[in-house]
């Protein structure tokens, strides 16, 4: 079961600027503890887009950034692109004894 | 190359087993904690369970605690999920995700997945 919280759904228009908030608790991410960001596409497995709540992987754009403050954090796509539109999902650590590893409850990004 | 391939999945009726597997390649197995997530059809993922590189630190959810055994054969390159007493609401996509060394903490690689269904 999910911990983090996230918005069902955002949108926005080609070469637009989008968020996705994650938002935890004392035992994961206010706790100090990295946000980590996945992409998936349509009908394909996660990809890692952001770890350690900013630093993004070899071969992913620019244009995807995190950020974390106390116990939320932020995904922000800018120049938003058609092959953007996928489901984006946080993950963190949790200190609570009901497991390890949690993520969060997922956003489907729309490009109108 | 990392690739990461499960095997195993398919139809089994509730309180049944099933044994899933995941081949790797491309990269020192030995090295790495290996984990399971999961995603139920239409659903968010769900971690399942985590294996340290030499075996000695296992966890998992509490879902499936109790009726779910994570395996590695290091030799093989291999990571296994066995699971028993299998019900309805462990209908998912089964994936076998890789951590990165320290600080790690999340899953750098993923395989294609394998589907589960539990039904009668």
């Known amino acids: 079961q999910s911990v983090l919280t996230q918005p069902p759904s955002v949108s926005g228009a080609p070469g637009q600027r989008v968020t996705i908030s994650c938002t935890g608790s004392?035992?994961?991410?206010?706790?100090?503890?990295?946000v980590h960001w996945y992409q998936q596409l349509p009908g394909t497995a996660p990809k890692l887009l952001i770890y350690?709540?900013?630093n993004r992987p070899s071969g992913v754009p620019d244009r995807f950034s995190g950020s974390k403050s106390g116990t939320s954090a932020s995904l922000a796509i800018t120049g938003l692109q058609a092959e953007d539109e996928a489901d984006y999902y946080c993950?963190?650590?949790?200190?609570?004894?009901?497991?390890?590893?949690?993520f969060g409850t997922g956003t489907k990004v729309t490009v109108l | 190359e990392v690739q990461l391939v499960e095997s195993g999945g398919g139809l089994v009726k509730p309180g049944g087993s099933l044994r899933l597997s995941c081949a790797a390649s491309?990269?020192?197995?030995?090295?790495?904690?290996m984990n399971w997530v999961r995603q139920a059809p239409g659903k968010g993922l769900e971690w399942v369970s985590s294996?340290?590189?030499?075996?000695?630190?296992?966890y998992y959810a509490d879902s499936v605690k109790g009726r779910f055994t994570i395996s590695r054969d290091n030799a093989k390159n291999s990571l296994y999920l066995q699971m028993n007493s299998l019900r309805a609401e462990d209908t998912a996509v089964y994936y076998c995700?890789?951590?990165?060394?320290?600080?790690?903490?999340?899953?750098?690689?993923w395989g294609q997945g394998t589907l589960v269904t539990v039904s009668s």
């Open positions: 995700a890789r951590e990165p060394p320290y600080p790690g903490r999340h899953f750098d690689y």
């Open positions: 491309g990269f020192t197995f030995s090295s790495y904690s």
């Open positions: 294996i340290s590189s030499s075996s000695s630190y296992i």
């Open positions: 004392s035992s994961n991410i206010g706790a100090g503890y990295d």
């Open positions: 350690g709540n900013s």
């Open positions: 993950q963190s650590y949790d200190s609570s004894l009901s497991g390890l590893y949690v």
